[in-house]
């Protein structure tokens, strides 16, 4: 997998997160904000993603904008992120939306994370909460957030994206799980890299320490 690495390759906290091109052009920003927000120290591996309807869905599901529907090639991407944790290592995973929804469900499959820094999360995923009530998320501490607006699409699908997160959120309270929800102002498309580095920060700071 082809991978980025930044921070302190010694640091005990590994931070695992997925990314697609876009992504990388802001994640020396993300990680310098990381930075600032915790004194935690951190080591970040950011995974490259192929395709990212395919590799970071957990079952087929139809297309909601334009034309590309979603592949069932979470399993594979997770077998694939697996070996770079390393067992004398806290390892935490994260990522913005797609690749928070993957987060969530990863830490489902596994207990090697840590907690879950989940960054506008794309839990409007068909049958995604219907699944997360079904199977224990595995982590200690859960981060979730949205944007204020992302619930007001037009899209009827993506529309349900606030009761879906607010329900995820009960969820994960009911079952004893350290979780929190944050608003953000704007739709999906603002300050990816602003609210990842919260996400990551939160986990960091609340949800992982022994």
């Known amino acids: 997998m082809e991978t980025y690495l930044f921070g302190n390759e010694s640091a005990q906290n590994l931070l695992i997160q997925p990314v ?28 490259k993603v192929k395709d ?13 904008f334009g034309k590309e529907g979603f592949g069932d090639g979470a399993a594979a991407f997770l077998e694939g992120i697996l070996p770079l944790c390393p067992d004398d290592k806290a390892c935490y995973i994260g990522g913005y939306s797609l690749a928070g929804l993957f987060s969530l469900w990863a830490a489902s ?9 989940a960054a506008s999360p794309s839990v409007w995923f068909p049958g995604f909460t219907e699944y997360i009530r079904e199977k224990r ?57 602003l609210r990842t580095a919260r996400a990551f920060a939160w986990i960091l700071e609340s949800g992982g320490r022994e």
Do not use: Q
């Open 20 to 47: 697609d091109s876009h992504d990388l052009e802001f994640i020396e920003n993300e990680v310098r904000r990381i930075r600032e927000l915790t004194d935690t120290d951190f080591y970040l591996a950011a995974v």
């Open 52 to 64: 990212w309807n395919r590799d970071l869905s957990p079952w087929p599901a139809p297309a909601v």
């Open 109 to 117: 499959r596994t207990d090697r994370f840590r907690g879950v820094a």
């Open 137 to 193: 998320i595995r982590s200690r501490a859960v981060y979730l957030s949205l944007g204020d607006r992302e619930e007001k699409t037009r899209n009827p699908v993506m529309a349900a994206v606030g009761s879906r997160i607010r329900e995820t959120e009960e969820i994960l309270k009911d079952r004893g799980i350290l979780c929190t929800l944050e608003w953000n102002p704007g739709n999906h498309f603002r300050d990816a890299d």
